[in-house]
T-cell receptor
Framework: GAVVSQHPSRVICKSGTSVKIECRSLDFQATTMFWYRQFPKKSLMLMATSNEGSKATYEQGVEKDKFLINHASLTLSTLTVTSAHPEDSSFYIC???????????FGPGTRLTVL | GENVEQHPSTLSVQEGDSAVIKCTYSDSASNYFPWYKQELGKRPQLIIDIRSNVGEKKDQRIAVTLNKTAKHFSLHITETQPEDSAVYFCAATKAAGNKLTFGGGTRVLVKP
């Protein structure tokens, strides 16, 4: 149980395009999901907290118009990187919260490369 | 806000030896402390967690201890095996279910 999937696992795009990343909880409902960014050999940096049916809460320094988050159902949250630039290249990981144990389970991550 | 410091940043041990990773946190209101293991290019996986109402928790070769007074907690891995090689992250939060603050990570290498 407590499986979280992410799609795509890897994406390469041109500068200026937008990229959508999906995070799904496969066998449980998640009212809360989290989006992280991880640079090589670094820790996880929380970008935003995604709550089903309401606006996401962004961490300080994260541009909400740049990183659009939509949590439209209890099993799906999406992160859209708008007008991507090379500095947005990173490993993006989501996690979903199981309310039964208040535990976060992570997705496999999406490696974004912006050319 | 919460700040979590993790030491050491790298740890090399001989197979069969023990490994200990230590974390300190700043917010005395924090009461949930999970540990995650991340292999290269993979997702972080929860390996053990502890809540503030207990001082120690053990699961086979892995144990975590918590000292609330000193605001630090530690991960202990006994009888290390090559497959224990990975990056380990500690984290803290005021309540399980809230956003986590992660430590900087410890890269563990178990030499056969």
């Amino acid at each position: 149980g407590a499986v979280v999937s992410q799609h795509p696992s890897r994406v390469i795009c041109k500068s200026g395009t937008s990229v959508k990343i999906e995070c799904r909880s496969l066998d449980f409902q998640a009212t809360t999901m989290f989006w992280y960014r991880q640079f090589p050999k670094k820790s996880l940096m929380l970008m935003a907290t995604s709550n089903e049916g309401s606006k996401a809460t962004y961490e300080q320094g994260v541009e909400k118009d740049k990183f659009l988050i939509n949590h439209a159902s209890l099993t799906l949250s999406t992160l859209t990187v708008t007008s991507a630039h090379p500095e947005d290249s990173s490993f993006y990981i989501c996690s979903a919260l199981t309310t039964s144990t208040d535990t976060q389970y992570f997705g496999p991550g999406t490696r974004l490369t912006v050319l | 806000g919460e700040n979590v410091e993790q030491h050491p940043s790298t740890l090399s041990v001989q197979e069969g030896d023990s490994a200990v990773i230590k974390c300190t946190y700043s917010d005395s209101a924090s009461n949930y402390f999970p540990w995650y293991k991340q292999e290269l290019g993979k997702r972080p996986q929860l390996i053990i967690d502890i809540r503030s109402n207990v001082g120690e928790k053990k699961d086979q070769r892995i144990a975590v201890t918590l000292n609330k007074t000193a605001k630090h907690f530690s991960l202990h891995i006994t009888e290390t095996q090559p497959e224990d090689s990975a990056v380990y992250f500690c984290a803290a939060t005021k309540a399980a279910g809230n956003k986590l603050t992660f430590g900087g990570g410890t890269r563990v290498l178990v030499k056969p």
